[in-house]
């Protein structure tokens, strides 16, 4: 793709700009990202991918009137698929959210058929809606992922540049079957620069690969620009790669930003994720 092409897409984004709220419902105001851009980058040959996934969004901030203009708040769940053509960009997402705010709606089911249809048509995939009262939310503890958690090594970190070749040589001749967690990952915005923070699960059947690698690699991400899912999938197709496991799973969940948590999975098996709350969202 052309540097000047990547640049009309970038200028198109909101976060980097000034907007004003809309009081209507509008459609255009959601800004899409083509997912094959990143995919052709790391090598990946858009659509026929090596694995499943999901991007679930989280809405902390979903609110509009009843047919009486009384306040209704709803904390929404949104799934978007991996196999989709776009992704929303997550700013635009809050401004068209907060466009509802004086709404009317007669019933709940009208507002979530009309994010339905909207995110749709503006990813090209079927997307999937679900609003939650919040006595229905309240219930839900704090979780964690399961795991051995690799954070706690005894390793001194002097570079924070992106590097794949952390995991080169990495995986042994001993096969295993294990979930490695760590808290430390952070990248950044590519637009606004502004840190973005999650906690990542990866769990894989194969040659056993040494935590002190797979950590330097993680956390070499902690200046590298990039989105949520494209994050996620560089995570996952650089496992693959270097350490070339039967089966592998990455699940990141971010820190809400703007209301909103992005929680991306990608897996090469059969895969059903917890939508689990973790301690820092």
């Known amino acids: 793709m052309t540097i000047n092409k990547k640049n009309k897409i970038k200028n198109n984004f909101m976060l980097n700009k000034n907007v004003i709220y809309t009081k209507k419902r509008n459609r255009n ?32 901030e979903l609110s ?31 401004l068209y959210l907060h466009s509802f705010n004086k ?23 079927k997307v999937y809606v679900s609003l939650f009262r919040l006595n229905e939310i309240k219930v839900q503890s704090i979780n964690h992922f399961n795991g051995y958690c690799i954070d706690e090594q005894d390793i001194e970190i002097k570079d924070y540049c992106i590097n794949s070749n952390y995991l080169c040589g990495a995986a042994s001749n001993k096969m295993v079957k ?14 606004t620069n502004q840190p973005d923070w999650a906690s990542i699960m990866i769990s894989y059947k194969g040659l056993s690969i040494n935590y002190e690698a797979i950590l330097r ?12 899912e494209q994050c996620v999938e560089r995570i996952f197709n650089d496992i693959s790669y270097f350490c070339y496991p ?10 809400r930003r703007g209301g ?5 999975w ?9 939508c689990l709350r973790l301690v820092r969202q």
């Open 29 to 60: 105001i959601l800004k899409v990202i083509p997912r094959n851009i990143h995919r052709e980058i790391i090598g990946l040959s858009f659509p026929k991918m090596p694995f499943l996934g999901n991007d679930i969004w989280t809405l902390y």
């Open 64 to 94: 509009w009137l009843n047919s009486k203009g009384l306040p209704q708040i709803s904390i929404g769940k949104v799934i978007f698929n991996a196999d989709s053509k776009n992704i929303i960009e997550s700013k635009s997402l809050k």
């Open 103 to 125: 709404m009317k709606f007669d019933n709940w089911s009208d507002i979530r058929q009309i994010l339905e249809y909207d995110l749709s048509i503006c990813t090209e995939s």
């Open 178 to 191: 294990e979930t490695l967690v760590s808290h430390l990952f952070k990248s950044n915005c590519p637009i």
């Open 217 to 228: 690699y993680l956390i070499s991400f902690r200046n590298h620009n990039e989105f949520h």
């Open 246 to 255: 039967e089966e592998l799973t990455v699940y990141a969940r971010y820190t």
């Open 260 to 264: 909103i948590d992005i929680n991306p």
């Open 266 to 274: 990608r897996s090469n098996i059969p895969f059903a994720p917890t």
